[in-house]
Each structure stands twice: as C-alpha cells, then as structure tokens.
C-alpha cells in the first residue's frame, strides 16, 4: 500500500480534515453572530487564534490515538492490514461527509440568505456615513470630515459609494520635492497633532489627500525639515542644513498680481527670498537697544517726517522712549521688557525704529509684496484666511511668545495674522503699511490693509523682517502704493424718484416664517436661542441667534447687531465669550438678534472673494447687499412674534463693515429706530448705484451715533466718515472722534459711547 493511500487510513487525516471544516464552519457562525451582541472584530480574531492554536495538540493526539469499536487504542496497536470495521474508520468518515455537506449548506445559506442581508445593511450605513460626511463638508469641518471617511471607508462594499466618499473629502494631487527624496506628511490644516499621515517619498503622483487646506512637512537627511501650509500641489524646495539663517525662510517668488484692487491692482516680479518665520522678539530687540541703538545715527536712514517738516536726530530721538523715560519701545520700563515676556513679539514701536533695527541687523522690512507673498504665496487669499485667522492670535487677552499659535502660512511663517501687527517698508500718502492685525485687532485686518503715521508707537506695533537674495533691484517694490479714493465733495446722492426705484428692490413678499427652534443654550448672563426661518430667497433657510439677558424682566429692548468684515473669513458663528460686541450690550440688559446674514459664517458664499478683492460693482455682490437687507427683515418678522420682545424701542448697532453698510440697512427698513456706527464710513471704491451707501444716507431719518478714529486708515476721517456724517438726516445725530490710528477703536470707549446713545434713544412710542 502506497504512502499516501496508507495516511488517507489513518486516524490523523480525518480527523485534520473534520477539524478543518469545521473550524471554517465556527468562524462563519462566529462572523455572522457576533456583531448582533456588539462583539467587533476582535473578538471573531480571537477565535481563530484559539482554533488555531488547538489544531496542533489534536493533529498530535490523532497521530498517537484513535477511536475503534474496542475503544481508545494507540495507533501502534491497530492493524491496519484488516478492512477498517464499519462503526470506528467508516462512521468517522461519515461524520466528515456530515460536516461538509453541512458546510455546504451554510454556505449556500450565507450566500442566498445572509449576505444579501449583510449586503443591505452595509448599504445603510454606508449611505448613512456619507450623508455624516457630506454634512461635515457643509459645515465645512474638513479635518473631522476626512478622519469620519478613513473610520467609514473598510465599511463600504458598494466601490461606488466609496468613490463618492472620498470625491466628498478628498482630492488627488502629485507631489515633488528638490531635491527628491524626501519623506512627506500631511494632515488636514485643522487636524490635530496626532493626524499626520504618511504619503511616502517624494516624487509622489496622484495622491489623496484631504479637500481642504493642508499642513505638509518634508523631511530628508542633510536638509532642514520643511513645514508649510497648502493645497499639496507642485515643488517643494528643501534647503541644506544650515545653509539659511538662523530662523528664516526660503520663499519661492513669482508673479504677485490681484490681490491689492484697492490699491490699482499692482502686479510685480517677486525673485526668491528670505523671510523670518516669526516675529522680532523683545530678547532681540534689547541687543540692538544695548548696542546703543538709539544713540548711533549710522542705523537711522530715512528722513523723519512728521506733519509735513522733518525733524532732527535729536528730536526724533526724544519721541522714542519708553514708559520710564529711556531709548526703547513704549511697551517697556526702565530700558528693558516686562519680566517673562523675552520670547513674546516687541510692540510699541513706530516705523523709524523698526527700520533702524533691520539696519542693525543686517537685514530689510518687508516690502508690502513680499509680506503678502509669505502670508498667501499665491494661494488664495479668503480661501487662506478662512484657514489661518481661527489660529492666530485675535482677540486674545496680549501678545503670546512668537509661534506659540499655529496659524502657518503657506511660506512657513508664524504670527502673519494676530499678536501684533507688523510695518512694512512702502507708504500710502504720509503712512506706511502695518499689516497683520495685532492680538486686540478684528481678524479682518489679516486680510485689509492697513496704515498709520510712522511715528506711532501704539503697543500693537511690531515688525518681522527679510532678506532679498542675489541683489535684485527694489525699486519697483519700495514705491508708494496709494489707495484709490471717491470725491464725496463733488458727488451726489440721487433724487428721490429714483431712490424709491431703488428701495422696491430691497422689498419681499410677507410669507410664513415656519420658525424653528433649533437650540437653546443657558449661561451665567444670558440664555441664547438659534432659529431658522424661511429667508425671503432661493428656498433657504436663514439662521438667527436671539441673546435674551437673564438679569432684567421681559419684555426686552432688541439690538439688531451686524458684524465686521471678519465675518465673511469664519465659517463658525463666534459663541459671546468671542464676540465682545454682543456680550457688553447682554450685560447692559439689552437683547440682542444676531442674523447670519447671507455669506458670512455658516452661511458662508464667494462673498469673502468679492469683498477682499474689493468687487463692489459685480452682479453678485449687488445681490449678496438685497439679501442681507431681507435677512435682517425676516429676522425682525420673527421678532415681531416675540411677546418677550418690545419692537419700538430697536436699535441698529453695526461695526466696520456693518456700520459701512448700515445706511442701507436703516434706510430700507422703517422699524429701526437708533442706530450706532462704529468706526465706518462712505466706500472710498465705487460700487453700483442701487448699493451705493451715498444714495441711502440722506434717507437715514433715525437718531444715530458714528464713532470713528482721527487716523483711520480703511475709513479715512476726512474723505470717508465726515461725508457720511454730513449726509446724515437724522435728528438728533452725533459724531465721536477719538485719537488713534489704525481701524479699531477701544473697546471700553466704544461700549461708553455705545450704550449712552441706545439708554437715551429711542424714546418709547407715546
């Protein structure tokens, strides 16, 4: 008898045989049973192991026992020369037949019966997890949105649901590096530090990577690590190990165009240069004071220029000092900074010195072109913003040490946005640039530019610095870039035959609300409720916050409140410990109705793009004004509804961009009855006629308050608010100017103003 057909006899072969089909028969029980009591796949895992580990001592015991007629005998002691006798061999043999037809059975069974089942409800919950996913996208929580689709992705079996969620949240992008090489990470930008995932080495073709803005760090031996922000798309450049100073970047130049409109659109060849990845710090800065910085006329270049006459070394010199009286920031005691503060930005520091310490240090202040280039480097910006601005340093409680927030640009520098503000080399008429925004600034100033007196010390001013390579001519870049500006003088208002053509624009069709309420939240001071109604446009639905105060009895005064320009940059309502604005008139005892008006926050459009880009004559920002004007309508109709709330007593309090809009606003709806602009004005670019704010103000017929800044760069005291203070027909009317440069004024002083005028006006209906 041959070998193997001696084995097919033996004991162990059928009993490995059995215990295979059956292990296999377990294991799909196991699979199909186990998920219905909440067991995952782990624990189906640890059956296989034990079925596993348990093959080896039965194969062992076969080979050794087997069972006959006689009862258990060594396998030694068999004669395997007699025909096996029916009821030991043959009925193990009849068992195993058993085993697989049963197998069979179950999976014929499993096929027609279960997996369909499996397959449906796999269907579900992929379905389910896409609509999770795609409503994620919607409130555009991108990290969260790609971590959801990787948990979701072994779950789908239909290849085509797969496909949808990953065009959902991802795209697919190829990636080098030079030299190549180099390992490559991402993660989505607002992902935490644990969400790095590893794409591999560069050169990387079509790859998925999140849809939204990224974080992408590039390593490879004998190169400086690289970490930057962007789409993942193109050439990464790595630098050699201490080949670059100390703490500063390489930005890759190129064509710098369509970002400034409001300054003529300049456009302007950008080589390749360096820039400090943060801020100058205080530690820094005392070397140049200790160096008797002030004392030394060699780092002084420029002429100082003050109201027109130049001034001495001496004199200048006398106008910097700190709070004790010696040479330093105004920021500073006694020749030195505060104690801890050694790593925070230096502030307190006018232009002149800014640029005498690049002096000393060997290095220039950025033009304008290039600071933006390192914030954007051709991104796009309300894209960027939307990205950097939640972190960075805005509204904070002071400065923070350089580079402790993460809002990276896409060059790979810190602090761009927030914790101070930052001069630039070019001037704008008798200013220069200051850009950035500082820690107490609104977050739009990442975006607007600003300007100020180069003299001026405020403790918001700092400076970061860059180094042109290869001597390129600066000429072009160092120019003045002056801001294109509207002749209120000669212009006029139109007839009022015309502007009531104009106002039927604005009007809507009374509708039902089908108000909802979606949440309710309680607090210390306050209890805030989100509604949705039905928007007068499109089948949308308008969200609205009501702020009700918890310290005073209904019914309550109703603040209609429209926000500042950073409002078309955040895609997340701000809660009120954020918004100061709509806290001090909480605390004040007044309600407070806070519409998401269309383009800003969850609302979110192209809005961002058309007013940073200053599109004010395009079709589509004239629709955008009609609809914020019907937001606010449709927000009052619910007030109305209110018993808790008493409507002739409605105030309109509008901040920058929506104290700029606000004769709008007023003028197109009769219910408001006060109103306070802060630090607004008349748009120094032309829009078209029918949003034109100069056709509306003199249709403004409600007591109004406007509080504005000597200096203002955005809403220029003289050309921009004076006109629309003038124009104003509102009795009475009131106009608070209060020193100060940039577009920003204190917070105290605008809550002071702010709820002098609503406690006084308006009177209560007789």
């Known amino acids: ?161 797969r496909n949808d969620l990953w065009q959902s949240v991802s795209r697919r992008v190829s990636l080098t590096s030079n030299p190549p090489g180099a390992h490559v990470w991402i993660r989505a930008y607002n992902s935490e530090e644990e969400d790095w995932e590893d794409l591999g080495q560069t050169p990387l073709e079509d790859v998925r990577v999140p849809g939204s803005m990224l974080r992408i760090r590039l390593e490879l031996d004998g190169y400086q690590a690289l970490y930057v922000a962007g789409s993942g798309r193109g050439e990464y450049r790595l630098e050699a190990v201490d080949s670059l100073p100390q703490e500063m970047l390489h930005v890759q130049g190129g064509e710098f165009k369509n970002l400034l409109p409001e300054l003529g659109n300049p456009t302007i060849d950008l080589p390749d240069y360096l820039i400090d990845a943060t801020e100058v710090t205080n530690q820094e800065y005392k070397q140049f004071v200790d160096a008797d910085g002030y004392g030394n006329p060699e780092y002084w270049e420029q002429p100082f220029m003050q109201d027109g006459r130049e001034l001495s070394f001496e004199d200048a010199m006398d106008l910097f000092k700190d709070q004790t009286g010696r040479a330093g920031p105004s920021s500073w005691e006694f020749g030195t900074y505060p104690d801890g503060m050694a790593t925070h930005p230096v502030g307190g520091v006018s232009w002149y010195e800014a640029a005498a310490y690049a002096r000393f240090a060997g290095k220039q202040l950025p033009t304008l072109f290039h600071w933006y280039w390192a914030a954007f480097v051709g991104e796009y910006p309300p894209i960027v913003s939307e990205y950097i601005i939640p972190g960075s340093n805005f509204g904070g409680e002071g400065t923070a040490p350089v580079g402790t927030f993460d809002g990276i640009s896409p060059a790979g520098a810190f602090d761009m946005g927030g914790n101070v503000r930052e001069w630039v080399w070019n001037k704008s008429g008798e200013t220069r640039f200051l850009l950035g925004g500082g820690w107490d600034d609104p977050e739009y100033y990442f975006n607007d530019r600003n300007g100020s007196a180069p003299f001026n010390r405020e403790e918001l001013n700092g400076f970061r610095l860059f180094a042109p390579l290869d001597k390129p001519d600066l000429t072009a ?120 008006y269309n383009g800003t926050f969850e609302r979110g459009t192209d809005l961002a ?79 078209q006629p029918e949003i034109d704010p100069l056709n509306f103000v003199t249709r403004v017929r409600v007591p109004t308050r406007m509080v504005n800044l000597s200096a203002d760069y955005i809403f220029p005291l003289e050309t921009s608010a004076k006109p629309l203070y003038k124009l104003l027909r509102g009795a009475p009317k009131d106009m608070i100017v209060m020193e100060g440069a940039g577009h920003y004024t204190p917070k105290k002083r605008i809550f002071s103003e702010t709820l002098d005028w609503f406690d006084r006006f308006p009177a209560p209906k007789p």
């Open 609 to 687: 793009a058309l007013a940073s880009n200053w599109k004010f004559e395009t079709n589509a920002y004239r629709e955008h004004v009609f609809q914020w004007s019907k937001d606010l309508g449709r927000s009052l109709d619910y007030l109305e509804t209110r018993s808790d709330i008493t409507m002739d007593r409605l105030g309109y309090f509008g901040i920058s961009w929506g104290a700029a809009t606000g004769p709008i606003m007023i003028a197109v709806e009769p219910r408001i009855r006060a109103a306070v602009l802060v630090v607004g004005g008349l748009d120094t670019t032309p829009s």
């Open 477 to 596: 870049a160092h120019k003045p870039i002056n801001k294109k500006s509207r002749d209120y003088r000669v212009e006029q208002p139109v007839s009022d035959e015309i502007f009531e053509v104009y106002r039927r624009l604005y009007a809507y069709d009374a509708s039902p609300l089908n108000a909802e309420l979606i949440k309710r939240e309680d607090a210390e001071h306050w209890m805030r409720e989100e509604i949705e109604i039905d928007a007068a446009y499109g089948n949308e639905r308008l969200t609205a916050f009501l702020y009700l105060p918890h310290d005073v009895e209904p019914p309550y005064q109703p603040i209609v409140y429209f926000p500042g320009g950073y409002a078309m940059f955040r895609r997340k309502n701000p809660s009120v410990a954020e918004n100061h604005f709509a806290f001090f008139l909480l605390r004040s005892g007044y309600a407070v109705l806070f519409p998401v």
């Open 1 to 161: 008898m041959s070998f193997f057909a001696d084995l097919k006899r033996r004991n162990v072969f059928r009993v490995a045989a059995g215990y295979v089909v059956a292990g296999w028969l377990v294991v799909q029980v196991v699979e199909t049973i186990f998920p219905a009591f909440g067991f995952g796949d782990a624990a189906v895992r640890i059956v296989v192991i034990v079925l596993g580990i348990g093959f080896v001592p039965v194969l062992i015991f076969a080979w050794v026992f087997e069972l006959t007629p006689e009862g258990l005998k060594k396998e030694k002691e068999i004669d395997r020369s007699k025909p096996i006798a029916v009821g030991s061999g043959n009925r193990l043999n009849f068992v195993i037949i058993g085993l697989f037809a049963m197998s069979l059975g179950y999976f014929g069974y499993d096929k027609l019966v279960l997996e369909p089942g499996r397959n449906a409800a796999a269907s579900v919950i992929a379905v389910e997890g896409l609509a999770e996913v795609r409503e994620l996208m919607n409130e555009r929580l991108f990290a969260e949105a790609y971590a959801r689709a990787r948990e979701l992705d072994a779950s789908f079996t239909d290849e085509s649901l």
